[in-house]
């Protein structure tokens, strides 16, 4: 089992920068990549960027140049830092987590969810 805390979020005019931290706790070593989605009204869920535990990122490509993912292994803490925003931005992001349990299956652990929003 593993708990996903989201924070940061909130409303940025365009240009702009925000931060969402994503603080994971229980069985963190079962851990084998975490990330960040965002779903848009009326749009599927998408892939922001992903961390590897062995520290392969990936990127979609609407974000790549403006979104950094990083992580302090320390705080067990997942980073989207997001420059350069732009209204086509604006969704609910979600950290994800992918769990892997003993028997080899894999498992989507989702954070609660925040809003980013960019004035134009």
């Known amino acids: 089992q593993v708990q996903l805390v989201e924070s940061g979020g909130g409303l940025v005019e365009a240009g702009g920068s925000l931060r969402l931290s994503c603080a994971a706790s229980?069985?963190?070593?079962?851990?084998?990549?975490m990330g960040w989605y965002r779903q848009a009204p009326g749009k599927q869920r998408e892939l922001v960027a992903t961390i590897t535990r062995g520290g392969r990122i990936n990127y979609a490509d609407s974000v790549k140049g403006r979104f950094t993912i990083s992580r302090d292994t320390a705080k067990n803490t997942v980073y989207l830092q997001m420059n350069r925003l732009k209204p086509e931005d604006v969704a609910v992001y979600y950290c994800?987590?992918?769990?892997?349990?003993?028997?080899?299956?894999?498992?989507?652990?989702w954070g609660q969810g925040s809003q980013v929003t960019v004035s134009s």
């Open positions: 229980g069985n963190i070593f079962s851990i084998n990549a």
């Open positions: 994800n987590a992918q769990y892997v349990t003993r028997g080899g299956t894999m498992l989507d652990y």
